[in-house]
């Protein structure tokens, strides 16, 4: 107990020490299982006492308190836990803390767990076993049972404001040349916001492992989907280096050429991730290439004490590819997009190992899964004649409102959900996903923008694409990569070439000189080791 005391505090500081023991003195008091959990992401605390956390906790018996990172980086948080060999009794699992031992088989207990077990098919969960044979995590996203309902694009895209749009008369815009020329007259014609603020017309998000906002944008210009580590053709199931093919040169040269035109900021290469959510807070960004979940959770909360949306700042994603005719792939269908990589898993510090499996399964029953994500029937939302779940203007306030989050609302958001429609057969499984919800409770910037492109949701405004092939996504192999291995070696040296150059080549007076030498820096590091690597791994996942 005394070395968790010490990495509880090294990891998160004092107060987040003495919450914890407050917490979980509630809890005993209570007679509740009290959990501890941490996620390598940014996230926002729920209270002490809140409403929905303590009825799922009556109906369970368990509860758990939710660790974000809080002024750090996933590796630095990661690696203090590993320092010190202990942790909370859930983690988001991945190949370090595998490989630091730090996690425990759960294929070795989920028998008397069948939510567990059931909770994708045997095919699906060879994906999951590690070198052992055994499977350390739990997927938590884009587990769909059922019907599939998709109202919201969760990945990359090139975002842009409805206000640009509105002012432009909601033109098409399909062509990266299209993109950047509408920013560019917007802005020429309105610098500054309603306040005074200038506007800034394009941003980047270059953060450390975010990076790939900036680096793989050529794989979905050429019309491919997010395999984030190459291309595949799927008629011939080649491998290719996105990194190195006449798309990515003319991207970046399109981006050097943003950059002296002032459309780009020299400051996108050294700013962190919060300096970027802060530069979006203020509405003033037009556009950004990222993914949505990246940022749109994030900045809710200022723009609704800004009035922001009221100034059509909201963000819609756009079909980009690099020139007209080639059929975008950024949205596919998200029960395709099953990350193998990572998920939830039950550390070797967890003292109540059943108990903690119980509380994943309980999490899975439809009535918490309505519970975490629609609520109290009742008072977060109503039920018609037909069964369907809406809501009324009351409730519709108060799921807008950050304040009620954080004492009402408990979604477990980083633990595992099924998605798609509930066992009724009627309703969504969570209210941001209910169509008929979802767009009478979309801001009026957005219901505008979306009339006028005469769609109803986000994936209408981006397109909708089946999973390319059974290797899909092959992101999920690559980050899973061990360090010590060949193609992981390859892969980071890779990156560190890519973190290194691609600024410099974005703001090099000489473009081709620089992209002749970033190429020699890349040539170096063998990428033929590493796409040797993808190449088997696509074969071998094609053949089941």
Known sequence: MKKRIITAVAVFGLLGVILYFA????????????????????????????DMKKEIARLTGADCEELWLVGQSKESALNSYIVSGEYPDFISGDTSLYEAGALLPLDEYWENYPNIKNYLTEEQWERFRRPDGHIYWIPQFGVTHGEDVEVTHSGEAFWIQTRVLKWAGYPEIHTVDEYFDLIERYVAANPVMEDGTPNIPFTILCDGWRYFCLENIPQFLDGYPNDGSCIVDP????????????????????????????????????????????????????GMPDQWWQFYYSIQNAYDEQGLREQGCDYVPLP?????????????????????????????????????L?????????????????????????????????????????WMTSEEKRKHFCFYSYFPRVEGKLPDGINAFSLEYQTTEFFKNQPKDIQECFSAYGVTNYVDMIGNNEAPGAWYPMYSYTTSLFANSPAGQVRDRMDAVKHKWLPQVIMAEDFETAWEQYMEAYDSCNPEIYYQMLQLEVEKRVKG
């Open 23 to 50: 917490y979980a003195q509630t809890a005993a008091q209570n007679n509740v299982k009290h959990f501890t959990a941490f996620f390598a992401v940014e996230g926002e605390a729920i209270d002490q006492n809140n």
């Open 235 to 286: 008629d011939t199931l080649q491998v290719y280096d996105y990194n190195t093919t006449d798309t990515a040169k003319w991207y970046f040269k399109k981006l050097n050429e943003e950059y002296h035109k002032d459309i780009l900021g020299a400051e996108v290469f050294t700013e962190t991730y919060e300096d970027y959510l802060a530069k979006l807070s203020t509405g003033a960004v037009c």
């Open 320 to 356: 980009i590819t690099r020139e007209e005719g080639i059929a975008n792939q950024w949205h596919v269908t998200r029960s395709a997009e099953l990350d193998s990589s990572t998920g939830l898993s039950i550390t070797v510090s967890c003292e109540d190992i059943d108990g903690a």
């Open 358 to 398: 119980q509380f994943v399964s309980d999490l899975l029953e439809p009535e918490i899964i309505k519970l975490r994500f629609w609520g109290e029937e009742g008072v977060d939302y109503s039920v018609d004649e037909n069964g369907l779940f809406y809501l009324t203007e009351e409730q519709a306030k108060r």
